[in-house]
Nanobody, 118 residues
Framework: QVQLVESGGGLVQAGGSLRLSCAASGLTFRFYKLGWFRQAPGKEREFLVGINYSGGTTYYADSVKGRFTISRDNAKNTVYLQMNSLRPEDTAVYHC???????????WGQGTQVTDSS
């Protein structure tokens, strides 16, 4: 059974930082592109960041470029999202995803809540 399990969300001050982790199991991790998406209440799902198989190529949405960084550790079957300079509008449920094509993921995590309180 493929599972992607996010962790690291929580409540953070505006301007603060969080690092989200997504641990994968049940798949050959290095064969998948990875990404992070978010969805705020009443909003459409938003693509944030993607990373290719080895980590050499990354993709960033304009809304997070320069603030968020994606990385992967294939030895640990884990993808990370480092979030800096958080803003109230970053409040959302953050999901990691894995796929052959990251914009149409094959697998999704259950999500972790990130809340910027001010």
């Amino acid at each position: 059974q493929v599972q992607l399990v996010e962790s690291g969300g929580g409540l953070v001050q505006a301007g603060g930082s969080l690092r989200l982790s997504c641990a994968a199991s049940g798949l050959t991790f290095r064969f998948y592109k990875l990404g992070w998406f978010r969805q705020a209440p009443g909003k459409e799902r938003e693509f944030l960041v993607g990373i290719n198989y080895s980590g050499g190529t990354t993709y960033y949405a304009d809304s997070v470029k320069g603030r968020f960084t994606i990385s992967r550790d294939n030895a640990k079957n884990t993808v990370y999202l480092q979030m800096n300079s958080l803003r109230p509008e970053d409040t959302a449920v953050y999901h990691c995803a894995a796929g052959i094509m990251i914009m149409a993921p094959n697998y999704w995590g259950q999500g972790t809540q990130v809340t910027d309180s001010s």
